[in-house]
């Protein structure tokens, strides 16, 4: 039976120059005629598939965190949205802290096109953020108040941990199982995401979804991670690998640690390695 191998992107298989190297980009492409290869990635469709231009996908994208699981040809697999009742009710309870999150909302399910709603007054993290990597990107909507969409794809906060934690411990209390909330540090910018999803939106479960779409016992995948919103997925896979750079729990939930890092090309040598024994 064929294997599937799914990584995660940022810190885990692109380069911190927020590209995929030359050397990765050439493995992937020699072994797809023998093995599936994806990603589980909080990227969206559109710019997953900048990233991964010239590379060969055949098996189903993990995208938006496991909010959504869908082919290269858009044809949508899963989608796990929240409601605008619940995410205005959540932006409310993070006034209560000062701090108002980016919404991410999907437009149009044939195009899969998104929009990047900012709040009004951002704070410094989020003002380096969008001016670094997104002042070009047309998704991006400045609202002059921040609110839900019918189709809510995920909530996020950039904050200090200080702030962030107590938060996070707050909407878990008022919105129990309404939501799935997943704290993590960004270690390049020096702060911490929030995010908030649909309770069944996260990677694990979308892992499950692509598993019966191809017909591939979860036993026979191997998923690739750093951070917080790659260990459930970990804990279900049948091999998980964690690259040298990734955080301590994830770690801990491995089954595999690898002595390289995202910025030498982990996942790619640890691809060559394994499908050169077969």
């Not at 072994?31 to 055949?58: D, I, P, W, Y």
């Amino acid at each position: 039976m064929q294997q599937l191998f799914i990584t995660d992107l940022d810190h885990t298989f692109l380069h911190s120059s927020q590209r995929v190297t030359q050397f990765s980009r050439d493995i992937w492409n020699s072994l797809t005629n023998k093995t599936l290869l994806s990603v589980a990635t909080a990227r969206s469709f559109n710019k997953t598939q900048e990233f991964l231009h010239g590379m060969h996908l055949k098996a189903p994208l993990i995208l938006l965190d496991g909010a959504m699981v869908v082919t290269t040809e858009k044809k949508v697999i899963d989608l796990k949205i929240l409601s605008k009742k619940v995410t205005d009710a959540v932006i409310e309870e993070g006034k209560k802290f000062n701090i108002e999150p980016f919404i991410i909302s999907l437009n149009d399910k044939k195009t899969l096109s998104e929009t990047f709603s900012l709040p009004p007054i951002m704070n410094s993290f989020q003002s380096y953020l969008i001016d670094k990597s997104y002042s070009t990107d047309p998704r991006i909507s400045y609202k002059s108040k921040i609110e839900g969409a019918e189709d809510t794809l995920k909530i996020v906060y950039m904050a200090e941990e200080s702030l962030l934690r107590p938060l996070a411990e707050h909407l878990q209390k008022t919105f129990d199982n309404v939501v799935e909330i997943k704290l993590s540090p960004e270690n390049y910018m020096g702060c911490w995401f929030l995010t908030i999803l649909h309770p069944l939106g996260d990677k694990a479960h979308a892992l499950h979804k692509v598993s019966e779409y191809l017909d591939i016992p979860l036993a026979k995948i191997t998923v690739f991670g750093d951070s917080i919103n790659d260990i459930e997925m970990f804990k279900i896979a049948g091999t998980s690998v964690a690259v040298s750079n990734a955080l301590d729990e994830v770690k801990n939930e491995a089954s595999i640690i690898l002595p390289h890092s995202n910025d030498e090309d982990a996942v790619a040598k640890y691809l060559l390695s394994v499908n050169s024994e077969d």
